[in-house]
């Protein structure tokens, strides 16, 4: 049986032993307390490795760390001291908790002194001027006339769609079915064209361990404007050995954490050079209103991809270096659209924001991109406190420089003009993607492509931002644009617009379009026979109409219906014309 320790501590009372309090002390407890200590060193090295918090104390995320590492030591002196079958040495762990529990105490205070002091009631002027923001320019001489040549017509999803086409090519260097394509998007400006680009990533844990050795063997390239979607390959030798989809050392943020462990860093961005070298754009972050306020960025650690090198740079250096000006964005639309509230709310103070509401402004739900020059401008609509239904005026801001300007504007929301215009051709339940604002001979008007339920391009739409009576769509653009210059001339509204140009300009990206349409055919048909197999840990299905004996495959992932699909169901497939008893499906409606 373990001997019995009694410790006598704490002073009070006014006679001998008053005042005074036992306690149970387990045996070996020194032993048990080093232990305690040096678990919880290693405990809080193993949390640093996965948390990779900023030893920065303008972070939520330091003190939070901290706060594990008291609660491991806590929880190991429990678990040591024996006090979970002992409910007598309780009182020994709460007496040597004492230290831990001030610390989390002063953390807390810290946190919350931090939070009064960054807190908008008491610095809504502060907030206001994060961002300049320049409201003199003029809509139609500031923002240049539409090049239908250079108009994006994809949105991320729609790219999405289109860069998985491009796996196959993968064949070529004998690693098919070993990756995906990422989900994180980056648009930038690359060689003057507006493309969304974006890393392949590991098809699952197992094929991270067969290729981690090696790395990513390139990224994709989608043109927001042909619609051609390419697998770039690096030079042989050359991989992507640091990603987001890499573990251990060489993921991204641990591999940049532990060069700066004291920076803030925003999400990283993934953006190619003129000669098409991948690097990783990582924002540096400062909190510059109190302890916690006032999110800006104020630098970037730029790392190569393929061999982790790493150089920071400071915004200005980023805003005026020759060398640097193929980076299109440092700032986040998440930062700029914060940034673009605390300036339309609190310039009168805090209390207007909620009284009375004078002059209060606020971006609307949503943004797009626009290629201005060589620089990405986030777009966003803009309206006054209480109104969601019509927008105010728009603002552009640069992503790299965060140069803003806002245009008076008045007119319909971008959601408006999305049901608008999937209202005008609701028999075919196209969606309407997120508008784009062009200018078309000063008039500002929304552009959208609507899109099937394969996120595939089927129509275009146009909707004039002050008139929004005004919603056209068409097969074509050039089509679409005549029918909106006539819409226009309806309403008294007339502009000048050579559509015979829009014709030349866009034919080209229209061919490729046909292109890729001429490329599917379609079957229609009765299910006879249904087989599945796993193969690359993906579930695909086989689909035999009508008894021909010619057998359709499709992943799981990639059409969810075959689950649920039976023997007699009338059905139509999509696929890439060719030969032989299994033939790949593009999509089963």
């Known amino acids: 049986m373990e001997p019995i320790k009694v410790d006598f501590g704490g002073k009070g009372g006014s006679g001998k032993g008053k005042g005074k309090s036992a306690y149970l002390v387990p045996d070996k407890a020194g032993l ?14 193993v949390a640093y490795y996965f948390m990779l918090p900023p030893l920065n104390f303008k972070s939520t995320d330091t003190y939070m760390y901290f706060g594990v590492v008291l609660a491991i030591f806590v929880f190991l002196l429990v678990l040591t001291s024996g006090a979970v079958a002992r409910p007598e040495y309780v009182e020994y762990v709460k007496k040597k908790s004492i230290v831990p529990i001030i610390i989390a105490g002063i953390l807390v205070v810290i946190v919350g002194i931090g939070m ?3 807190s908008v009631f008491f610095r809504a002027k502060t ?3 994060i961002i300049s923001v320049d409201e003199t320019k003029s809509f139609a001489s500031d923002i240049q006339e539409t090049d239908f040549s250079s108009v994006p017509v994809l949105d991320t999803e729609a790219a999405s769609v289109l860069a998985n086409r491009t796996l196959g090519d993968l064949a070529a260097i004998g690693k098919v079915s070993q990756f995906e394509i990422s989900t994180e998007f980056t648009q930038i400006n690359y060689k003057n064209n507006p493309v969304k680009v974006t ?10 361990l067969k290729n981690t050795s090696t790395g990513l063997p390139g990224y994709v390239v989608v043109n927001m404007v042909t619609q051609k979607a390419e697998l770039v390959t690096l030079p042989e030798g050359e991989y992507i050995r640091y990603s987001t989809n890499e573990h251990f050392g060489k993921y ?4 940049v954490r532990f060069a700066y462990p004291t920076y803030i860093f925003d999400t990283p961005r993934f953006e190619i050079d003129e000669e098409g070298r991948p690097f990783w754009l990582c924002p540096v972050l400062d909190k510059t209103i109190g302890l916690f306020g006032g999110t800006d960025v104020i630098g970037v650690v730029m790392v190569d991809a393929i061999t982790g090198e790493m150089i920071e740079y400071t915004v200005d250096e980023v805003k005026n270096s020759d060398n640097l000006q193929w980076i299109d964005g440092i700032y986040s639309e998440d930062i700029l659209v914060e940034q673009f509230n605390y300036y339309g709310q609190y310039q009168k103070g805090f209390i207007n924001s909620i009284i009375g509401q004078d002059g209060v402004r606020m ?3 949503g943004e797009n991109f626009l290629a201005q020059g060589d620089d990405v401008y986030m777009y966003t609509g803009v309206t006054s406190a209480g109104n969601d239904q019509a927008i105010i005026g728009f603002v552009l801001i640069n992503m790299r420089t965060k140069d803003a300007s806002f245009y008076d504007v008045s007119g319909a929301t971008e959601y408006s003009a999305q049901i608008s215009a999937q209202g ?6 196209y969606e309407a993607t997120f508008p784009i604002l062009l200018n078309i001979n000063g008039q500002p008007t929304y552009f959208m492509t609507l899109k099937d339920s394969g996120d595939l391009v089927k129509r275009y739409a146009m909707v004039n931002v002050q008139n929004y009576q005004v919603v056209v769509t068409g097969e074509k653009i050039s089509e679409c644009t005549e029918a909106y210059v006539n819409s226009l001339k309806q309403n008294n509204i007339n502009i000048n617009v050579d559509i015979d140009k829009i014709e030349d300009a866009t034919q080209n990206n229209e061919n490729i379009e046909n292109d890729e349409q001429i490329k599917l055919a379609e079957v229609k048909g009765t299910v006879s026979d249904i087989r599945t197999a796993v193969i690359d840990g993906n579930s695909v299905y086989f689909i035999e109409l009508d008894s021909k004996g010619v057998y359709y495959s499709i992943k799981a992932s990639e059409a969810e219906g075959v689950v649920i699909m039976k023997i007699g169901d009338e059905i139509t497939i999509a696929y890439e014309k060719g ?10 409606e």
Request: glycine share 8%; no cysteine.
């Open 424 to 429: 005008a051709v609701q028999d075919y339940k």
């Open 199 to 208: 890393t392949l990533a590991y098809g699952d844990v197992f094929k991270w």
């Open 32 to 45: 048990k307390l080093i232990i305690s200590i040096v678990g919880t060193v290693i405990g809080a090295i």
């Open 127 to 129: 907030y206001s001027e």
């Open 363 to 365: 971006a609307t739900q």
């Open 116 to 118: 009064v002091i960054s």
């Open 579 to 588: 030969e032989g008893n299994i033939i790949e499906a593009e999509s089963i």
């Open 252 to 255: 991204l943020m641990r591999h």
